[in-house]
């Protein structure tokens, strides 16, 4: 009867610690894909501003040249908005200065958006020198 209670027992707790084993398995399962998520968001997000910089130092060849296209401003002023969207979660503040690089494409003969958009050329050159720390 002892060796019977002893069994039960035995039992009870090993199907106890099988379910934490589960519940720990899934916990873990869970903050894996977290990071996987947090890391492709934090890739795609990459790949939004090295879009964003690289039609923005082409834009401005041709600015040079003398060439002022609205319609090329237009689509650089939604993609500072999305490079903005993107980082967003992994930099508040450089998410801020990219709309307001944003702002600027949106009226870039406005003092005031000049100002502010020149601060983020700075962080250009920075990038191409050393990898930025976004978190």
């Given at each position: ?24 398995a ?40 003398g ?36 702002d600027?494409?949106?009226d ?28």
């Amino acid at each position: 009867m002892l060796e019977t209670v002893a069994l039960a027992k035995g039992v009870e707790i090993a199907e106890k610690a099988q379910k934490a084993i589960s519940g720990i398995a899934a916990i873990y399962e869970t903050n894996r894909n977290n990071k996987i998520k947090k890391d492709e968001k934090l890739d795609n997000a990459c790949k939004v501003i090295m879009k964003a910089l690289s039609y923005t130092r082409f834009y401005l060849r041709k600015f040079n040249e003398g060439v002022k296209d609205q319609e090329k401003e237009f689509e650089l002023m939604l993609l500072w908005s999305a490079a903005g969207a993107a980082i967003r979660e992994f930099s508040p503040s450089l998410s801020a200065d990219f709309m307001f690089k944003s702002d600027y494409w949106a009226d870039p003969d406005n003092p005031e958006s000049k100002k502010k958009a020149r601060k983020l050329d700075k962080f250009e050159k920075g990038l191409f020198k050393k990898r930025p720390k976004f978190v």
